[in-house]
């Protein structure tokens, strides 16, 4: 009698550990709230990554600011650069060809 509770043992204990191994370190976490990024169509997928990993990297709210007006600065550069000055200043959704007519909505 003795043997088949040793025998057992393991298995409950292993049966009482698992609701514990089952949840994964990413679980506890609140999800991360993306922002829009200004002028985000002129960005290749990289670009974006690395900067919301600034933004995330950035400890207050005066470095996101800075990082945030320095990307805008950067895009519109880009925008006038590749002859679409205005561009990032209209909606993206009148930007998509739905609308947009060089920075008047119609």
Known sequence: MKSAFCRCLPVIALAAALPALAQT????KQPVQRELIYCADLMTHAEREAYRANMQAATTPTARDTLRA???RVM?????SMGRPGQCDAPLRLRAGQGFQGGTAK
């Open 76 to 80: 519109q550069e880009r925008a006038n």
């Open 70 to 72: 320095d990307h805008r």
């Open 25 to 28: 370190p990413t679980m506890d």
